[in-house]
Structure formats: structure tokens, C-alpha cells
């Protein structure tokens, strides 16, 4: 099973949350317009969910 890091901050912006999961900004902001990435929008800005996206993403590669 393949171990995820430690993330400390639940909530980060795109470009933040990119370098946390080595998953690319394009990827991240379709997922959260198209609603397939778990994300809070403040504004202009998502802020992306990572141990949940971490999580769904866990699931996926799992056959779940």
C-alpha cells in the first residue's frame, strides 16, 4: 500500500497543493471546476481539500 505524506495544512491554494501531491496545476483546477476534486472556492481562489483528495485518490488507485 502506498503511503501518502503528512499533510499539516488541510486546505491549500493549487499551486501549493501541486508541489503536495506532485499532481499538476492544469489537473487540479479542471478537478475543481468540474467538481471532481474535493475543494472549498473563497473569491476567486480554490483552495483544495488535500488529505481528501489524497484519500479519493488512494481509493481510485485501490480499485475502489
Known sequence: MQQFPIIKIPFQKIADAAKSTGLSQYFLRKGCR???IPCIK??????VNVPA???QLGAVGAGG
Do not use: R
Not at 473563497?42 to 483552495?47: E, Q, W
Open 42 to 47: 473563497s473569491g476567486t481562489t480554490f483552495y
Open 53 to 55: 483528495l489524497l484519500a
Open 34 to 36: 468540474d467538481g471532481s
